[in-house]
T-cell receptor
Framework: GAVVSQHPSWVICKSGTSVKIECRSL??????MFWYRQFPKQSLMLMAT?????????EQGVEKDKFLINHASLTLSTLTVTSAHPEDSSFYIC?????????????FGPGTRLTVT | QKEVEQNSGPLSVPEGAIASLNCTYS??????FFWYRQYSGKSPELIMS????GDKEDGRFTAQLNKASQYVSLLIRDSQPSDSATYLC???????????FGTGTRLLVSP
């Protein structure tokens, strides 16, 4: 149980284009989803927290107009990187927290590797 | 002081030994603690959660929590080369819903 999927697993795009990454909780409903970014040999960096049906809460320094997050259902959240630039190349990972587990466990998707050329 | 601190390692242990990974946290009111394992190039995988003082065992893994000392640890018994990874300690701080991660401890288990 507690499986989270992401699509695509990797993507290459040209500078200036937009890329959408999907995150799905497959066997549970996720009231809260999180988006992280990780550069090589660095720690996970939380970008934003999203609750179903609400606007996402972005961490300090993360541009909300550049990284659009939509959490339209209890099993799906999307991250759109708009007008991507080479410095946006990174490993993007989502995670989801079940709403009914009683605990605060958070399960991660497999990640999406984005390369902007 | 960082909110969650871990020794970056690497911690090297021989196969079959017990690996002991440690983590301290600064928020005395924290109630929820987690250990994740992350292989190179992969996303984190939840190993254990612990909410109460004492030990919690799951297979070869034991998490230990001491809230008075603000200390949480992970013991891996009978370490295997496949356990070689970075182990992330994570804490939910009082009043927040997000996880705060330590920088991780790299574990190397040699055959």
């Amino acid at each position: 149980g507690a499986v989270v999927s992401q699509h695509p697993s990797w993507v290459i795009c040209k500078s200036g284009t937009s890329v959408k990454i999907e995150c799905r909780s497959l066997d549970f409903q996720a009231t809260t989803m999180f988006w992280y970014r990780q550069f090589p040999k660095q720690s996970l960096m939380l970008m934003a927290t999203s609750n179903e049906g609400s606007k996402a809460t972005y961490e300090q320094g993360v541009e909300k107009d550049k990284f659009l997050i939509n959490h339209a259902s209890l099993t799906l959240s999307t991250l759109t990187v708009t007008s991507a630039h080479p410095e946006d190349s990174s490993f993007y990972i989502c995670s989801a927290r079940p709403g009914t587990s009683g605990g605060f466990e958070q399960y991660f998707g497999p990640g999406t590797r984005l390369t902007v050329t | 002081q960082k909110e969650v601190e871990q020794n970056s390692g690497p911690l090297s242990v021989p196969e079959g030994a017990i690996a002991s990974l440690n983590c301290t946290y600064s928020d005395r009111g924290s109630q929820s603690f987690f250990w994740y394992r992350q292989y190179s190039g992969k996303s984190p995988e939840l190993i254990m959660s612990i909410y109460s003082n004492g030990d919690k065992e799951d297979g070869r893994f034991t998490a230990q929590l001491n809230k008075a000392s603000q200390y949480v640890s992970l013991l891996i018994r009978d370490s295997q080369p496949s356990d070689s990874a970075t182990y992330l300690c994570a804490v939910i701080l009082t009043g927040f819903q997000k996880l705060v991660f330590g920088t991780g401890t790299r574990l190397l288990v040699s055959p």
